[in-house]
């Protein structure tokens, strides 16, 4: 599933030394993108590493949240991590704000970044054009935050979508800068790309990315999605003018990304399914599509329930993850606070 591996230069035998750090912001329930794009890969390469998975709710925060909302899909993206395959006895998971030491450091790595470094972030400028209204600082210092959830950890192996990139080259440029100034304290993360053709777009829009925090639902499928809404939403899906059934991101923008899909709830390649719906209309696509997806995500949500149902397992599982988080983070920042001068000096 992560085709192109660039950067990374590790081998086989080395890799359980190795630790893979990652995170979804608990905006809303996860949907199908951010399993395809994320999750699902998570699950696939995590024997490969030790792995902190974590739920970045203070990123979540750069944009306004309900406070009760926040907590509620804080736990059910904990559960959703479990329910998809990642194996709590191998991974970490826990919810970043519970560990200080994040914006701890995010304060310290800031202190050492320019403005113009931060303002360079395409992120930071089409979000801020989006929202058409004063953003708050948090969403142009939050590559700060990142790259403290990252450096903390020695970190040296992080699965980025294309998105992403230009966030983890400022956090590999903030690991040397502090080193070079402070001495040898961060590890430099690699960057693992994921595979491009993973990026699900949106059902009601094929031009933008499927987004959690959008503002239609029509936009996404929840995991969480009972059957009936999914076949309402994928039927409701926008279509490309025409009746092909061909996979052409230019051409059939909307037909190529529920080919996407279908290829990822099933395991078929795109070509089988093109043979398949050959001289069909996209009503045929689109039932068989919905069931497909349903079929992918029945599992996926028995498992959320049964996480959410009784929290117990969750609670010890995220307890155990913040432990050894705090384990690790508070040994790093007692390097940098000696390194940098910061408190009392320690013998
Ligand atoms: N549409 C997508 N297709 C494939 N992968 C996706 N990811 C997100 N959307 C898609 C991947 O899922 C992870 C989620 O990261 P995040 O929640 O921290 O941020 P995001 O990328 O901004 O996700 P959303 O769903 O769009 O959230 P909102 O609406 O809150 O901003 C990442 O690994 C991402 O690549």
Redesign the pocket.
């Known amino acids: 599933m992560i085709a192109a591996v660039q950067h990374f230069r590790h081998s086989v035998n080395n890799m359980t030394q190795e630790l893979l750090f990652?995170?979804?912001?608990p905006?809303?329930n996860?949907?199908i993108?951010?399993y395809?794009?994320?999750?699902k890969q998570w699950t696939e390469i995590q024997h490969r590493y030790r792995c902190f998975f974590c739920i970045?709710d203070l990123?979540?925060i750069t944009?306004p949240q309900a406070p009760k909302k926040l907590h509620e899909s804080t736990l059910t993206v904990a559960a959703t991590y479990l329910a998809v395959g990642i194996d709590p006895n191998r991974c970490r998971i826990f919810i970043q704000s519970e560990v200080p030491q994040h914006t701890e450091l995010g304060w310290i790595l800031g202190t050492m970044t320019k403005m113009a470094e931060l303002e360079r972030m395409t992120q930071f400028k089409d979000k801020s054009k989006k929202r058409g209204e004063p953003v708050g600082a948090g969403l142009f210092t939050y590559p700060l935050l990142m790259a403290a959830d990252i450096l903390l950890y020695d970190t040296t192996v992080v699965?980025?979508?294309d998105?992403?990139v230009q966030h983890l080259e400022l956090t590999r440029m903030l690991a040397r800068r502090f080193n070079t100034q402070f001495g040898e304290t961060f590890t430099v993360p690699q960057t693992l790309i994921?595979k491009v053709g993973?990026?699900?777009?949106?059902l009601n829009n094929p031009t933008i990315?499927?987004?959690?925090?959008?503002s239609s639902t029509a936009n996404?499928i929840a995991l969480t999605d009972e059957p009936n809404v999914i076949r309402k939403k994928i039927m409701r899906a926008m279509t490309d003018s025409g009746n092909e059934i061909h996979y052409d991101i230019e051409k059939y923008p909307a037909i190529s990304n529920l080919l996407t899909i279908f290829h990822h709830a099933t395991g078929r390649t795109i070509k089988d399914i093109e043979k398949e719906f050959a001289g069909k209309g996209y009503g045929d696509l689109k039932k068989a599509l919905a069931e497909a997806v349903i079929t992918m995500l029945e599992p996926i949500q028995k498992r959320i329930h049964y996480y959410l149902d009784d929290t117990g397992e969750l609670m010890r599982i995220l307890n155990r993850g913040r432990d050894e988080a705090i384990g690790l983070a508070e040994t790093k920042m007692k390097t940098v606070l000696e390194r940098t001068g910061l408190g009392r000096q320690s013998n």
Do not use: C, E, F, W
């Not at 395809?36 to 999750?39: P, R, S, T």
């Not at 990315?209 to 959008?214: C, H, I």
């Open positions: 990652s995170g979804v912001k905006t809303n996860l949907h993108g951010n395809i794009g994320a999750l970045v990123h979540a944009v699965p980025v979508g998105d992403q994921q993973a990026r699900i777009m949106a990315k499927m987004s959690k925090s959008a996404y």
